[in-house]
């Protein structure tokens, strides 16, 4: 397996989150955010996919478009749902160190 393979997420939802939650973005903003923060490249209809169901969910909703952007943020209900999905991967986290030390090696 390649080593960069690991470093990229796949959830896509987990990153336009993570990314709407540092405040309200349009969809080319988006992109480059994510890419920047996890090194992942989202392909435009990769990302408004996502948008699309996570708006079909209530985690995200669009505001009023600035020139030809449309601009979203993420709603209580979606900050909920990242703050639980993060939870969810530090416990995974955790588990992975804890089991990468070899037994008997502190």
Excluded at 29 to 54: C, H, K, N, V, W
Aim: glycine content about 10%; cysteine-free.
């Amino acid at each position: 397996m390649r080593q960069d393979a690991l470093t990229r997420f796949s959830d896509v939802s987990f990153l336009v989150l993570s990314s709407l939650a540092d405040g309200p973005k349009h969809g080319y903003a988006m992109i480059q955010d994510i890419q920047q923060f996890s090194g992942t490249r989202l392909e435009p209809g990769t990302l408004y996919g996502a948008i699309s169901r996570l708006e079909r969910q209530g985690w995200i909703e669009p505001l009023p478009a600035e020139d030809r952007r449309r601009p979203y943020r993420v709603t209580p209900g979606g900050l909920a749902a990242l703050q639980e999905y993060v939870r969810t991967l530090e416990q995974v986290v955790s588990v992975g160190r804890r089991r990468l030390v070899p037994p008997g090696n502190p």
